[in-house]
């Protein structure tokens, strides 16, 4: 019987990072995964593929728009369906084979298959059980639906199967518009797709700053997305190929139908714990269905831990490589930390728009004095040239030590520009420490400094 001092269940981003880290500390390590690919989620169907569409569509997006402005004057390119999808594919597997030469680099094995755990120390993968001093749980999440919508991933499809469409829809249906609807909604409607977008809530993008969610909602509208807000979808039929989708408007209760040839669930994920047998350990878990962690990511049950979106907190990636790389430190005697405070969070339409600690209403209803600083990326010139001009940086300072609270950004590069706040804010930072600090001329990073500059004495270019 082989034996570890921790196997991993799971190789997405919580799991695979977490196993690097352990073995960097000398920790003997495996990794349970069931794919014939490692990466879980994110670099299989979710995070990675997405990201090769998104790209691929904004450049169609270019071409059809901004080229002819800048002199590149031709026929705009065709749409070949089949070799984007190949060229995502392409993209998974680089992702994914990179994972494996990792493993191998840091001597982790690769259990192949799916895991249980029938008991503390133990974790058994096919016929074969093996010893381990700690087990990790990594499992990630799955997407959920709603109640009357029956998945099939060919009509009715989650994430996973809008991946894979087997041609691009005349009319896509999005139910719900958080980060994956409004993206993947967003790559359909540059390849063509009319897409209309329902949402239970009065707003797009539920947790995100209101004055960016309204500004967001109205540049994806010139876009062509629709949006139909305040609406509860009943349920959704399928006939010769096509769906009706029924949904009532909360503000009158009347009933209303739409027909499309796709409909993308984008309802949120839950935790995916099926199988391993924590009913039977007497795992505790959160009313939400995941599993109850103490600060230390141990759960109730001695040498079993757990991390990701199999637990609380925001189910991103990036939040599952701290906690994997927190959970390691600990298993190997020393201190790991999270700062929670501390954790963007971003989307990746075109403008992007990123997200880090408070927005204005969280500090309203904390009833905490603040300042606000805010800069038009139409004043910034590497925007400007690059068509680029929708958005703005916007930063919240304490009112009286000018400390950075939180900070959002819709606009170009958003997903990057957020960084330096988030390095400025692990820091404790002022608003007029980032102010002070020499911007390269012409960047998109300029806004940043001038919405610091806001909370002072005010932006040089506005």
């Known amino acids: 019987m082989s034996s570890y001092d921790v196997i991993i269940i799971g190789s997405g981003p919580g799991g695979y990072v977490c196993a690097i880290r352990c073995a960097q500390l000398g920790l003997k390590t495996a990794v349970v995964e069931g794919r014939e690919t490692l990466g879980g989620t994110c670099l299989n169907i979710g995070c990675i593929p997405s990201k090769a569409l998104l790209h691929a569509s904004h450049q169609l997006h270019e071409a059809e728009h901004n080229f002819a402005k800048m002199g590149l004057v031709g026929k705009s390119p065709s749409v070949d369906w089949k070799q984007m999808l190949a060229y995502k594919d392409d993209v998974i597997g680089q992702n994914t084979k990179g994972i494996e030469f990792l493993f191998k680099k840091n001597k982790i094995d690769w259990l192949k298959g799916w895991g249980a755990i029938p008991a503390p120390g133990k974790v058994q993968v096919g016929d074969t059980t093996y010893e381990t001093k700690n087990i990790i749980i990594a499992t990630g999440s799955t997407p959920s639906t709603l109640p009357g919508i029956e998945i099939d991933e060919k009509i009715v499809v989650t994430s996973e199967g809008a991946l894979s469409l087997p041609k691009i829809p005349k009319k896509l249906v999005v139910i719900g518009a958080g980060v994956i609807g409004l993206e993947l909604g967003s790559v359909y409607a540059r390849l063509g797709a009319e897409v209309q977008v329902i949402e239970f809530l009065d707003h797009i993008t539920p947790g995100m700053d209101a004055e960016v969610s309204k500004n967001f909602q109205r540049i994806l509208a010139k876009q062509g997305l629709g949006f139909t807000l305040g609406a509860a979808v009943q349920g959704v039929e399928t006939a010769k190929g096509k769906a009706t989708i029924t949904y009532k408007l909360r503000k009158d209760d009347s009933t209303h139908t739409v027909d499309a040839d796709t409909v993308l669930v984008a309802t949120g994920r839950k ?8 009913a039977a350990l007497g795992v505790s878990m959160t009313d939400r269905g995941q599993i109850a962690t103490d600060s230390h990511y141990a759960t109730n049950i001695t040498g079993i831990y757990a991390i990701g979106d199999a637990i609380t907190g925001p189910m991103l990636a990036h939040k599952a490589e701290d906690e994997g790389m927190a959970v390691a430190e600990v298993l190997a005697g020393r201190h790991g930390h999270v700062n929670y405070g501390v954790i963007p969070g971003v989307i990746y339409t075109h403008p992007e728009v990123s997200s880090v600690g408070a927005t204005e209403e969280t500090l309203k209803a904390e009833g905490r004095a603040y ?23 916007k930063i919240l300072a304490d009112k009286e030590t000018d400390r950075i609270l939180g900070a959002h950004i819709i606009g170009p590069m958003a997903g990057d520009l957020i960084h330096e706040i988030c390095v400025a804010m692990e820091f404790g930072a002022s608003a007029q420490d980032l102010a002070m600090t020499c911007h390269a001329h012409p960047t998109y990073s300029e806004a940043v400094r001038e919405a610091a500059l806001a909370c002072g004495d005010g932006p040089i270019h506005s």
């Not at 935790?271 to 924590?278: H, I, K, R």
């Open 371 to 393: 300042k606000v600083g805010k800069f038009s990326f139409m004043g910034n010139g590497r925007a400007k040239a690059n068509f680029a001009g929708d958005g703005f940086v």
């Open 271 to 278: 935790p995916y714990v099926d199988g391993l047998g924590l």
